[in-house]
């Protein structure tokens, strides 16, 4: 039962498994944390939307971020994301990424994944990215590099696992009905592919004790059941599909995010949304997931131009075309503005069909199924939703203010990121912080109690064709550009969804179906409501917050992050008879006293505040 008594509308679990850790997702975070669990004992379960290889990290083309190369160093790592970061970088979280993210790599070859090297000296080859001062970003397949983690993720964790289930859904054998042998002490980890997860179960205490899903078995609607664990990792990827426009999958719907609200956790800076620079634009109606074009291009030495051929970014920063991706973001958007266009150019053509061929093999097909030939002519680009720099507030450990939920990846707000990811630190961030989490789940065991049986939910779910207006409400009212006037109209909006579907359920009893797209919509829209009311509140223009009526960073005041909690049923003003909340839930919003995040989470602990906090509906 999640702490704040708020969950989807789901049937009750009609099958339970047990595991010593659940893993959701299986991105680059996920299956680390999973491989580093299982090597130290435990039983996991990897709990994946759809299949293995269909979360964000596939999708990485550009490469990870690492102190590699001769004459780089941790120090001048760290300083380039600082930088980027605009000022709300949790200094020791980044300090963490940038020592311990060397070796991290190097397991991460260990474990199997090829990086591009030099032919004549063996040498792991690396290029620049927006941002950083010396080429440190390792590629494989030149624009597959997540591709390529995958692959050598999946191939181990199914080498360390156990067959795919035939029972009802993909659920997986009871313990000794099937599996691989291992080693003493070795523990093993199970799949659980195209399972939607619902919401986290709680012991009496409030302490993580497994979670509910929904498997998609073929041809039915049915499949809840729960998975029970000591330990819950949320890797879920981003929340992309928040926006019209974006360069993640369909299933970056916001559910780790979501999830963690509904349970009690804290969320952090989710006004702070990336807007890829550099994203193929199809037409200003395109919708969903967009092909992206690398920033590696820009850092092979690819020029921005307007229609008339001019560089519009020169003289905008020292760094040009290879400022952090915010400030491209924003240069490309005020040129677009001031021409009246509707996208910019990226102009490789002097890289010749060779380079093309060879080092952007996946861009290069990209453009050519669209009708566009980067050898010839230049690329039409536009910013789009890219990565959340917020997310699930955690500590040095990846724990979150829930005792024994963690978050890790693009989920997980650690401090690193701060105002705007520095490229490339995404995939490093997920490596890092996945080994700490696993190293304390192994150092502090759990033993939660039973979980405790939840309650009917009281909330209604909204339909499934709410997902697309929630996307155009935020492209309109959140999107790179932001003022006062449209937030308040995008609240107001997502307010009026949530009240009509709860305005059906207490007059007519009538709430939409439960399925995946109902519950994808509902945690779309939670999601799009705290991220519309931290944009709201922090009045300035910071790193990828970009507010036009606040055009300048106000340090003195805003240098903290925004911290957001969900408040539980007895808050929000229940209906006579209880039935049905009169408001979708209300949100507490506090800011921190510094940049920093605090040492550590402390559940059920004080949290400071400022003055001004207050209770946004």
Same mark, same amino acid.
């Not at 397949?141 to 156990?162: H, K, P």
């Not at 979501?258 to 193929?280: K, N």
């Not at 065991?445 to 939840?454: K, Q, S």
């Given at each position: 039962?999640?702490?704040?008594?708020?969950?989807?509308?789901?049937?009750?679990?009609?099958?339970?498994?047990?595991?010593?850790?659940?893993?959701?997702?299986?991105?680059?975070?996920?299956?680390?944390?999973?491989?580093?669990?299982?090597?130290?004992?435990?039983?996991?379960?990897?709990?994946?939307?759809?299949?293995?290889?269909? @979360?964000?990290?596939?999708?990485?083309?550009?490469?990870?971020?690492?102190?590699? @190369?001769?004459?780089?160093?941790?120090?001048?790592?760290?300083?380039?994301?600082?930088?980027?970061?605009?000022? +709300? %970088?949790?200094?020791?979280?980044?300090?963490?990424?940038?020592?311990?993210?060397? $070796?991290?790599?190097?397991?991460?070859?260990?474990?199997?994944?090829?990086?591009?090297?030099?032919?004549?000296?063996?040498?792991?080859?690396?290029? /620049?990215?927006?941002?950083?001062?010396? /080429?440190?970003?390792?590629?494989?397949?030149? #624009?597959?590099?997540?591709?390529?983690?995958?692959?050598?993720?999946?191939?181990?964790?199914?080498?360390?696992?156990?067959?795919?289930?035939?029972?009802?859904?993909?659920?997986?054998?009871?313990?000794?009905?099937?599996?691989?042998?291992?080693?003493?002490?070795?523990?093993?980890?199970?799949?659980?592919?195209?399972?939607?997860? +619902? #919401?986290?179960?709680?012991?009496?205490?409030?302490?993580?004790?497994?979670?509910?899903?929904?498997?998609?078995?073929?041809?039915?609607? $049915?499949?809840?059941?729960?998975?029970?664990?000591?330990?819950?990792?949320?890797?879920?990827?981003?929340?992309?599909?928040?926006?019209?426009?974006?360069?993640?999958?369909?299933?970056?719907?916001?559910?780790?995010?979501?999830? !963690?609200?509904?349970?009690?956790?804290?969320?952090?800076?989710?006004?702070?949304?990336?807007?890829?620079?550099?994203?193929?634009?199809?037409?200003?109606?395109?919708?969903?997931?967009?092909?992206?074009?690398?920033?590696?291009?820009?850092?092979?030495?690819? &020029?921005?131009?307007?229609?008339?051929?001019?560089?519009?970014?020169?003289?905008?920063?020292?760094? *040009?075309?290879?400022?952090?991706?915010?400030?491209?973001?924003?240069?490309?958007?005020?040129?677009?503005?001031?021409?009246?266009?509707?996208?910019?150019?990226? #102009?490789?053509?002097?890289?010749?069909?060779?380079?093309?061929?060879?080092?952007?093999?996946?861009?290069?097909?990209?453009?050519?199924?669209?009708?566009?030939?980067? =050898?010839?002519?230049?690329?039409?680009?536009?910013?789009?939703?890219?990565?959340?720099?917020?997310?699930?507030?955690? $500590?040095?450990?990846?724990?979150?203010?829930?005792?024994?939920?963690?978050? %890790?990846?693009?989920?997980? %707000?650690?401090?690193?990121?701060?105002?705007?990811?520095? *490229?490339?630190?995404?995939?490093?961030?997920?490596?890092?912080?996945?080994?700490?989490?696993?190293?304390?789940?192994?150092?502090?065991?759990?033993?939660?109690?039973?979980?405790?049986?939840?309650?009917?939910?009281?909330?209604?779910?909204?339909?499934?064709?709410?997902?697309?207006?929630?996307?155009?409400?935020?492209?309109?009212?959140?999107?790179?550009?932001?003022?006062?006037?449209?937030?308040?109209?995008?609240?107001?909006?997502?307010?009026?969804?949530?009240?009509?579907?709860?305005?059906?359920?207490?007059?007519?009893?009538?709430?939409?179906?439960?399925? =995946?797209?109902?519950?994808?919509?509902?945690?779309?829209? +939670?999601? !799009?409501?705290?991220?519309?009311?931290?944009?709201?509140?922090?009045?300035?223009?910071?790193? %990828?917050?970009?507010?036009?009526?606040?055009?300048?960073?106000?340090?003195?005041?805003?240098?903290?992050?925004?911290?957001?909690?969900? #408040?539980?049923?007895?808050? &929000?003003?229940?209906?006579?008879?209880?039935?049905?909340?009169?408001?979708?839930?209300?949100?507490?919003?506090?800011?921190?006293?510094?940049?920093?995040?605090?040492?550590?989470?402390?559940?059920?602990?004080? &949290?400071?505040?400022?003055?001004?906090?207050?209770?946004?509906?």
């Amino acid at each position: 039962m999640s702490t704040t008594g708020i969950r989807l509308l789901a049937p009750a679990p009609g099958w339970a498994h047990e595991a010593d850790v659940v893993v959701v997702g299986s991105g680059v975070a996920g299956l680390t944390v999973a491989l580093r669990c299982a090597a130290q004992g435990a039983k996991v379960t990897v709990v994946t939307k759809a299949h293995l290889d269909d @979360g964000s990290t596939r999708w990485a083309q550009g490469g990870i971020a690492a102190a590699l @190369g001769e004459g780089d160093t941790p120090a001048q790592h760290l300083d380039d994301t600082l930088v980027a970061g605009a000022g +709300l %970088c949790d200094e020791e979280a980044v300090r963490v990424l940038v020592t311990e993210g060397p $070796d991290a790599v190097r397991r991460l070859m260990a474990t199997g994944a090829h990086f591009d090297t030099s032919e004549t000296t063996g040498e792991i080859l690396l290029t /620049r990215e927006g941002g950083h001062h010396r /080429r440190r970003i390792a590629h494989a397949g030149g #624009d597959a590099t997540g591709a390529e983690i995958s692959r050598a993720l999946i191939e181990a964790v199914r080498e360390a696992g156990v067959p795919h289930a035939e029972g009802q859904g993909g659920v997986p054998h009871a313990e000794g009905q099937g599996g691989v042998p291992h080693a003493e002490g070795q523990g093993r980890i199970e799949l659980i592919e195209n399972a939607l997860v +619902l #919401d986290l179960l709680t012991d009496a205490a409030g302490n993580t004790a497994g979670v509910t899903l929904h498997v998609m078995g073929e041809g039915q609607r $049915d499949g809840v059941g729960s998975v029970r664990a000591r330990a819950v990792v949320l890797a879920t990827g981003g929340m992309g599909q928040v926006f019209s426009a974006t360069t993640n999958p369909s299933v970056s719907t916001g559910d780790g995010v979501a999830l !963690a609200l509904r349970a009690g956790a804290e969320v952090s800076d989710l006004e702070f949304v990336q807007f890829h620079p550099t994203v193929l634009f199809l037409g200003a109606d395109a919708e969903g997931q967009q092909p992206l074009v690398s920033e590696a291009v820009r850092g092979e030495g690819a &020029h921005l131009v307007d229609a008339d051929g001019v560089r519009f970014m020169q003289g905008q920063h020292e760094l *040009a075309e290879l400022a952090p991706r915010d400030i491209v973001a924003k240069g490309i958007t005020r040129r677009m503005q001031e021409t009246g266009a509707e996208h910019m150019y990226l #102009d490789g053509r002097h890289f010749g069909a060779e380079m093309w061929s060879k080092r952007f093999p996946t861009i290069l097909a990209a453009c050519r199924a669209h009708g566009i030939d980067p =050898v010839t002519e230049p690329i039409p680009v536009a910013p789009a939703a890219h990565y959340a720099s917020g997310g699930v507030r955690t $500590d040095l450990r990846g724990r979150t203010t829930v005792p024994g939920l963690y978050a %890790c990846g693009e989920v997980a %707000c650690t401090g690193v990121h701060g105002a705007n990811r520095l *490229a490339s630190n995404s995939l490093l961030e997920g490596l890092v912080f996945a080994e700490r989490i696993a190293a304390d789940i192994a150092a502090h065991p759990a033993a939660p109690g039973a979980p405790v049986i939840p309650a009917p939910s009281r909330f209604p779910l909204l339909p499934s064709e709410a997902r697309y207006g929630i996307q155009r409400i935020m492209t309109r009212g959140a999107g790179v550009l932001r003022s006062a006037a449209s937030l308040e109209e995008a609240a107001e909006a997502l307010h009026r969804m949530y009240a009509d579907a709860a305005e059906l359920l207490e007059r007519d009893g009538k709430t939409a179906e439960p399925c =995946v797209e109902t519950w994808e919509a509902s945690n779309l829209c +939670l999601v !799009a409501r705290v991220l519309v009311e931290a944009a709201r509140r922090r009045e300035e223009t910071r790193g %990828c917050h970009w507010r036009e009526d606040r055009p300048e960073r106000d340090d003195a005041t805003w240098r903290r992050h925004i911290v957001a909690t969900l #408040d539980p049923p007895a808050s &929000h003003g229940l209906r006579p008879g209880g039935a049905v909340p009169a408001a979708p839930a209300t949100l507490t919003i506090r800011t921190t006293d510094t940049a920093d995040f605090a040492p550590g989470p402390l559940p059920g602990g004080p &949290h400071p505040t400022r003055p001004g906090t207050e209770q946004q509906r």
